[in-house]
Nanobody
């Protein structure tokens, strides 16, 4: 069992930055690929970015490539999402997730555990 707790969301102006954190419980964090998804009410959950167990591989959605950066610290059981050049269309609830996978999963059904989410609101 893995419990995930996101933090770092908030209100920011367009062009600004935020850093989200996702802290995981347990001693097996390094066995999980980690991902970030986002969701707007009434819409499907959207893949944002994922990182492999070691952190050596990442995959970004086209909508955030070049603006967002994912990283992880396995010693701290934490994954981060640095978001720069934020746009109003980035406004959503952001969720981190853990997958028992050796790859870099991009589909929500591939993830086994989910956090409760943190809200990011970007004003124009």
């Amino acid at each position: 069992q893995v419990q995930l707790v996101e933090s770092g969301g908030g209100l920011v102006q367009a062009g600004g930055s935020l850093r989200l954190s996702c802290a995981a419980s347990g001693r097996t964090f390094s066995r999980y690929a980690m991902g970030w998804f986002r969701q707007v009410p009434g819409k499907e959950r959207e893949f944002v970015v994922a990182i492999s167990r070691s952190g050596g591989s990442t995959y970004y959605s086209e909508s955030v490539k070049g603006r967002f950066t994912i990283s992880r610290d396995n010693a701290k059981n934490t994954v981060y999402l640095q978001m720069n050049s934020l746009k109003p269309e980035d406004t959503a609830g952001y969720y981190c997730a853990a997958a028992q996978s050796s790859l870099v999963p991009r589909l929500s059904y591939e993830y086994n555990y989910w956090g409760q989410g943190t809200q990011v609101t970007v004003s124009s």
